[in-house]
């Protein structure tokens, strides 16, 4: 199994761009976020997914769109960037419902907006 | 403001040596995990605590859990320059999503 897969690693936008980070886990869990770690602030959560078709809100949703179409991808859509939005992404992924079982990471990707 | 906050925010010891971090948080929970992270890495569970129990190993690991002063502490036994990596705890309230805190730095020195 590959886990969870991000990309991509690295990526520079100017303000306005807009830019999908993908995610993408193989092994078949129902649950998965979004974060991003901003330094000194450890983890908020943007949005998350109990399954396939269903998303909500995390603690800082306000820029950022989800959709999970199937079970294995969830992909981050910026819409239009801003300086704010420069930060290291996360996606994880769970069994189950999820929040109470142990979270998968990909590695990340790290996002700079000029 | 953050639910979990660990601290110290920084700690550095000596190879050989027993590492303690601590995470307090602000409302009741359902369990309470620690993940490590790596320079440069995503998270990696290390230990998850339901809110009825009171301590747990794994290794070198031990965490306990008060729940009466909604407070965990992980230790890290005999330390290793390999355990070098922030630490954080993540708590589960019942909303459908983990919540961090800001995590806490070990140097371990060689």
């Known amino acids: 199994n590959a886990g969870v897969t991000q990309t991509p690693k690295f990526q520079v936008l100017k303000t306005g761009q807009s830019m999908t980070l993908q995610c993408a886990q193989d092994m078949n869990h129902e649950y998965m976020s979004w974060y991003r770690q901003d330094p000194g602030m450890g983890l908020r959560l943007i949005h998350y997914?109990?399954?396939?078709?269903?998303?909500d809100q995390g603690e800082v949703p306000n820029g950022y769109n989800v959709s999970r179409s199937t079970t294995e991808d969830f992909p981050l859509r910026l819409l239009s960037a801003a300086p704010s939005q420069t930060s290291v992404y996360f996606c994880a992924s769970s069994l189950g419902t999820g929040y109470q079982e142990t979270q998968y990471f990909g590695p990340g990707t790290r996002l700079l907006v000029l | 403001s953050q639910q979990g906050e660990e601290d110290p925010q920084a700690l550095s010891i000596q190879e050989g040596e027993n590492a303690t971090m601590n995470c307090s948080y602000k409302t009741s929970i359902n369990n309470l995990q620690w993940y490590r992270q790596n320079s440069g890495r995503g998270l990696v569970h290390l230990i998850l605590?339901?809110?009825?129990?009171r301590e747990k190993h794994s290794g070198r690991l031990r965490v306990t859990l008060d729940t009466s002063k909604k407070s965990s502490s992980l230790l890290i036994t005999a330390s290793r320059a390999a355990d070098t990596a922030s630490y954080f705890c993540a708590t589960d309230t019942g909303r459908r999503a983990l919540t961090f805190g800001s995590g806490t730095r070990l140097q371990v020195q060689p």
């Open positions: 997914s109990v399954g396939a078709g269903i998303t």
């Open positions: 605590i339901r809110s009825n129990e």
